[in-house]
């Protein structure tokens, strides 16, 4: 028989299998469609010639005009042609059968970018992002929901019609306002309302920074070891990554081994993220220096100081800068939820204008009904209660942590000081395979994220970030006596 006469019998019996007769779409759309799926992934080769509208009808139990309308339909959008005298025949703009086509190898998805491949490779999807010991999650549970959603429903009900469009002022003024008195309060952030703006997210916050203040190729420090979302944003704008080692006072430019002067400086100076350590004030001002030297701007994260156990909090590193080379970005996402979505920066004044006008073009505002009834959340006293609530609990979870690690017999880890924030990092003793002790815990449905993840260059030391705010006692109890047992499990998971 030939070729194509066997490619008709297959069509035939691939439509008869397919056909969905108590379908609400009718036939002939379902022909159309079928048919157009399998021209458009190369089932269906350019040249292939269709069965004759009579034969597939009759083959098929159907009405000559229900194929002849799909053939039809086919025809005007491209997908096939008729050649006078001899059928209809799938026209030439589409590939070859989808078996010449090399198969696509595995961890290489198909036609990501240079940019996209490099980010892809380093995201490192997240293992166990809830529970024992999921870092960076808050106690979500105890959340003020119900004053939450009557804030947000009566904002949603008063919104006018100008506030639910487009917009790019950096926010709801309102909100900037709560947010500038409470940054200058809180965290010495030297600020007006005018240089906030308003993003879903510290993420966001620092993609708009990385794009806005660097060229593809510049050169970016980022703290090693450090967060991996700073590492994705600055990948984002293809910049050139740049360790800079951390040491007990903090990130250290005199470390910095790379002789290419740095367009941007990320630092998390209140509490380094995720070592713990708190920057030292000489620290501060050499960083200040070295920034000024390479005319490089600063990104400050301070993304959970709120959450400090042992003295009030150093101010911010923006509030210290004479000149204004330092951009200063929070979150909400863990004094409220990562859900929530609002995070802010805060820059000098000559840039508000570039920052308002591309934040509102690359990403567009967030939803202001949420704005308005988060600056209610402040003004109203709830902000500033959650926020004491949340930082006594997380002190006994931590101390919870500390003390069931210490009864559980789990070997020779050095736990980091835990002055402040929502983890903490156990240092394993050199030889343990920490990805084969974490796969081991994952079993148990336990999350050791591995410190090595948060380094660009060979890893200085291997542990874990424990996150402990949003895992009760009980969990947190369980998720060491886990822990122990893969530890304490000789052989099998040492390293070679
Ligand atoms: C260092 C650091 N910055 C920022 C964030 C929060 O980012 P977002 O507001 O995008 O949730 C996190 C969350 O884990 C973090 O660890």
Redesign the pocket.
């Known amino acids: 028989m030939p070729d194509s006469r066997k490619q008709e019998l297959w069509i035939i019996d691939a439509l008869q299998a397919a056909l969905a007769r108590d379908s609400k779409e009718g036939l002939s759309r379902q022909l159309a469609r079928l048919l157009r799926q399998w021209i458009g992934s190369g089932r269906l080769a350019g040249d292939s010639r269709l069965p004759a509208s009579r034969d597939l009808a009759r083959s098929l139990g159907l009405g000559r005009n229900t194929v002849l309308d799909a053939y039809e339909q086919l025809q005007a959008e491209g997908y096939i042609a008729t050649r006078a005298g001899s059928g209809s025949y799938v026209t030439r703009l589409f590939a070859p059968p989808a078996a010449e086509q090399p198969a696509p190898a595995r961890g290489q998805p198909l036609g990501l970018s240079q940019r996209g491949h490099e980010l892809f490779a380093s995201s490192g999807l997240p293992v166990g992002l809830f529970g024992a010991f999921a870092?960076?999650v808050p106690e979500i549970r105890q959340f003020p929901h119900h004053a939450w959603q009557q804030l947000l429903s009566r904002q949603q009900r008063r919104a006018t019609a100008e506030e639910l469009g487009y917009r790019a002022d950096g926010g709801l003024p309102a909100l900037r306002e709560a947010l500038a008195d409470y940054l200058q309060l809180s965290r010495g952030v030297r600020c007006r309302p005018e240089q906030i703006i308003v993003t879903q997210?510290?993420?966001?916050a620092l993609e708009l920074a990385a794009r806005l203040l660097a060229d593809p190729g510049d050169v970016a420090w980022v703290e090693e070891p450090g967060?991996v979302?700073?590492h994705a944003a600055m990948r984002g704008a293809a910049l050139q990554l740049v360790p800079a080692p951390v040491d007990h006072d903090g990130l250290n430019p005199a470390l910095v081994a790379d002789p290419r002067p740095p367009k941007l400086i990320y630092t998390?100076p209140s509490h380094q993220?995720p070592s713990g350590v708190v920057m030292s004030l000489s620290r501060r001002l050499a960083l200040l220096d070295s920034a000024q030297r390479h005319g490089a701007w600063i990104i400050e994260?301070d993304?959970d100081s709120e959450f400090r156990y042992v003295s009030q909090p150093q101010p911010a590193l923006q509030g210290l800068a004479q000149d204004e080379r330092v951009i200063y970005v929070g979150?909400l996402?863990?004094v409220m939820y990562?859900g929530l979505r609002v995070?802010y920066l805060v820059v000098p004044d000559a840039l508000i204008d570039p920052f308002r006008g591309c934040n509102a073009r690359l990403y567009r505002e967030g939803p202001l009904p949420v704005q308005a009834a988060l600056a209610e959340f402040f003004s109203s006293g709830l902000f500033a209660r959650h926020v004491r609530r949340m930082r006594e609990l997380y002190r006994q979870r931590q101390h919870c942590l500390r003390s069931a690690l210490a009864a559980s017999g789990a070997e020779h880890l050095a736990l980091s000081p835990g002055e402040a924030g929502l983890h903490l990092v156990a240092t394993l003793p050199p030889g343990r395979d920490e990805d084969a002790l974490s796969a081991a815990a994952a079993r148990q449905q336990v999350w050791l994220r591995p410190l090595s993840r948060h380094y660009l260059a060979a890893p200085q030391q291997r542990g874990f970030v424990l996150g402990y705010a949003g895992v009760d006692e009980a969990a947190i109890r369980h998720g060491v006596a886990v822990m122990a047992q893969v530890l304490n499990s000789k052989g099998r998971l040492e390293k070679p």
Do not use: C, S
């Open positions: 870092p960076g997210g510290a993420q966001q967060y979302g700073a998390t993220y994260d993304y979150t996402a863990k990562p995070g």
